[in-house]
């Protein structure tokens, strides 16, 4: 898989644009990491049926990759973990070990997606100044 | 590193916030001043350092922020676990590992739930800034309602020394909005030193919708919380300067528990920096105190035993006997009373315990949370985690019956009983949600999402306490804390009544309760299951505010308290012992201010000793 059928994937899983998660400025190289990451903890083999699979889509959009990988027994959890990575900045274990779930680092977390999503920041990471939460968020915010 | 040369005139154990405000204050008296600390020391990058571990914690719990040391352990709130219902010892028992088990030794029947650092600043680091005064009549609980024991002091002894911990802390808040709850006055002139923390979204709609509403006799009334975070200065109530600390308005960063990133929020490290700033204060970290000696013929303390280490595994590298005139232990209500428990060889019963109480009458504010989802978006996680609260129910002739309750309103959603965000992601996965189905699905959740806190009174039992375990130690040796904690009748019934005000007030919100309530779901829930209860036909399960009191506890009578209202031993004339362990009854206002309010008194008897 290349980075950037990586980045294609991430962005219909996500439901945000690829110029989103890998900007044309980018500073902090979120694709990259996730990517080193998903070819860590996962057999080359997997990833290489999750490249073909998705590739071998006639209409990639939001529905057939649900029903053709998201709800796959094999390819379903590790889509739902390059969510996760991109959402909540943490890798889950594939093989029920808890304790071995991490956050991928302290830029992951800080640019989790979920947090933005909902109109808020990360928890301990805010960029706003006194007083912002007196008054509503601004809620436009562009997906696919 | 040995002091033993040099001559002090006070001894402290502990640099947290009692031992170092104390500090600060006889530093600036030009008292010759040891801190010893039993954790790590502060150093110039470790909010940074704290910082990284926090973004890298799976569980943001208080804790997570400073790493375990296992010579000198702190418990977690993620090592609460139930209770066996015999807990009948065996020799052949496997001894609780500190790492998998946690520190404390839960004797139960309820585990206890809440937790302190012990680190140079000491639990002020993931503290959450609420700086309200207790009222009136908390300081008189036994002669106005027959229940638990009155404090050595009025409301109007301790006010001057609220004014003093307001502008020690640098407290924002509305006098006008804390003037007359429950009968609080204020020093005439004065105004708190910064103008007060705007209210969130839900903050507002809160206001909104219980505007006139009653809870029994009591009024629903939504005030802004005084807090120790950064707002825009006020002109200081005596010089009319504006009041200035030099630190960071508050970012609304929703982190002020386990750590504010940007120190907008007050913490202990500031006050043990300005008192080794006065060239009077040393002091030494990693250093564990383990006994209090004494001399045998006056009775005055005459050495504090210590063991020290430098890595936080590491073995033992040194000991020795810390020597002053006077002694002060600040150590939090665990440690506190643990030392003097362990000071046996001299005193059977422990040092500073004539009267029995040392390590008794543990107490807490049990919360019961109710979370829901308002009927339109309040946008939480957004702001500190606590602005508003309801005061005004804090007290009434019900107290004859019942524990009272303050109501702590959340800004973080569902984080704390649910781990949101992270738990509405982990679901929407196994629903099989992606995409723009999923962003449309935590924008019509989450943004709805909040939460408000029960603090629940908890009167002074003998069921409550804490001794050092005969068998189970810490890593230099030194025997950890075994907790005996339960809840009377009184504190269930504040429970049941905290549930009677959610359907009031959840009702008037126009809000859904989607708070756990049925044993099924409390028993499959690890974080609940621990310290549920059944109680008059209905589950209830407590956390743990982080308020730990009353096990050194001050008196007008030797016999039933361990120290006076200056928090001077009754049995050892240089000693004095302070901290949320002082508090003869833990009323429902978060216990900070009032405990920094004692200290500062504390403070000013220490000086006039010294110098008589």
């Known amino acids: ?144 | 590193m040995n002091n033993s040369e040099k001559k002090y005139d006070v001894v402290i154990v502990g640099g947290g916030w009692a031992g170092a405000t104390i500090a600060k204050k006889l530093g600036q008296a030009g008292k010759k001043v040891l801190v010893m600390e039993a954790g790590d020391p502060l150093k110039s990058n470790s909010r940074e350092r704290y910082m990284d571990t926090f973004y890298h914690a799976m569980a943001k719990v208080p804790s997570s922020p400073y790493p375990q040391n296992f010579n000198a352990p702190r418990p977690s709130v993620l090592d609460i676990a139930p209770i066996p219902k015999t807990p009948v010892e065996t020799p052949n028992d496997p001894i609780p590992d500190i790492e998998k088990d946690g520190y404390f030794i839960e004797k139960g029947p309820m585990p206890f739930g809440s937790t302190n650092e012990r680190i140079a600043g000491g639990t002020s680091w993931h503290w959450l800034g609420t700086s309200l005064r207790f009222v009136p009549n908390d300081f008189k609980l036994q002669s106005e309602y027959k229940i638990g024991v009155d404090w050595p002091m009025t409301y109007d002894d301790l006010s001057p020394y609220y004014d003093e911990a307001e502008y020690f802390i640098g407290v924002a808040g509305a006098r006008d909005q804390q003037e007359g709850i429950h009968g609080i006055t204020f020093t005439e002139g004065y105004n708190y030193p910064m103008q007060p923390i705007p209210p969130t979204v839900l903050d507002q709609a809160f206001s909104k919708a219980l505007k006139g509403v009653k809870f029994g006799e009591n009024e629903l009334r939504v005030t802004g919380t005084p807090a120790g975070r950064n707002g825009p200065s006020n002109k200081h109530w005596k010089t009319k300067k504006p009041y200035s600390n030099g630190r960071r308005l508050c970012q609304g960063n929703t982190n002020c528990t386990p750590i504010c990133p940007i120190q907008a929020k007050y913490d202990a490290t500031i006050t043990l920096s300005e008192a080794m700033n006065t060239g009077n204060v040393d002091v030494m970290a990693r250093s564990v105190a383990y006994e209090v000696m004494m001399d045998e013929s006056t009775k005055k303390i005459n050495g504090i035993k210590y063991k020290q280490y430098e890595t936080r595994k590491g073995p033992e590298t040194g000991s020795g006997i810390a020597t002053g005139t006077t002694y002060v232990v600040a150590a939090h209500a665990i440690e506190a009373a643990k030392l003097f428990l362990m000071s046996t060889s001299q005193m059977p019963e422990g040092i500073a315990n004539s009267s029995g109480h040392m390590g008794k009458n543990l107490m807490d504010h049990p919360m019961l949370l109710s979370w829901g989802l308002m009927p339109e978006n309040t946008y939480p996680f957004r702001g500190p985690l606590s602005t508003s609260g309801i005061e005004t129910v804090k007290d009434g002739a019900y107290r004859e019956e019942r524990a009272a309750f303050r109501i702590e309103i959340g800004n973080e959603g569902w984080n704390w009983p649910t781990g949101a965000p992270y738990s509405d992601l982990t679901n929407a996965m196994k629903d099989d949600i992606i995409g723009v189905e999923l962003i449309e699905k935590l924008q019509r959740d989450l943004p709805r999402q909040f939460r408000i806190g029960f603090l629940i009174e908890q009167d002074p039992d003998e069921k409550c306490f804490i001794v050092p375990s005969k068998t189970k130690t810490d890593n230099l040796g030194i025997p950890r804390p075994e907790i005996n904690y339960s809840f009377t009748k009184y504190t269930m019934d504040g429970f049941e009544k905290a549930r009677e005000a959610t359907e009031l007030i959840f009702e008037k919100l126009g809000a859904t309760d989607c708070t756990v309530t049925k044993e099924k779901e409390i028993e499959d829930n690890p974080m609940f299951n621990p310290t549920k209860f059944y109680h008059n036909d209905q589950w209830y399960y407590s956390f743990g505010a982080g308020h730990i009191m009353g096990t050194h506890r001050m008196g007008d009578d030797p016999e039933t308290s361990v120290t006076n209202a200056d928090l001077k031993s009754w049995d050892h004339d240089n000693l004095y012992i302070v901290g949320c362990g002082s508090f003869p009854t833990g009323a429902t206002s978060n216990p900070t201010l009032t405990m920094l309010a004692i200290t500062l008194k504390a403070a000013d008897a220490l000086i006039k000793d010294l110098d008589s």
Not at chain 1, 34 to 55: C, D, G, P
């Open chain 1, 1 to 144: 898989m290349t980075l950037e059928t990586f980045v294609s994937l991430s962005s219909i899983l996500t439901g945000y644009a690829e110029s989103t998660l890998k900007p044309g400025a980018d500073t902090q190289k979120l694709s990259e990491l996730y990517f080193n990451v998903l070819n860590k903890e996962v057999a080359a083999q997997t990833i290489s049926q999750l490249n073909t699979v998705f590739l071998g889509l006639s209409n990639p959009d939001e529905a057939t990759v649900k029903t053709q990988i998201v709800k796959d027994s094999i390819l379903g959890p590790i889509a739902k973990n390059i969510i996760q990575m991109w959402y909540s900045g943490i890798w889950y274990n594939l093989n029920d070990k808890p304790d071995e779930s991490y956050v991928v680092s302290s830029i992951a977390y800080k640019n989790g997606l979920v947090w933005s999503t909902i109109y808020a920041h990360p928890m301990g990471y805010s960029e706003e100044t006194f007083g912002y939460w007196n008054t509503a968020p601004n809620t436009n915010i562009t997906t696919n």
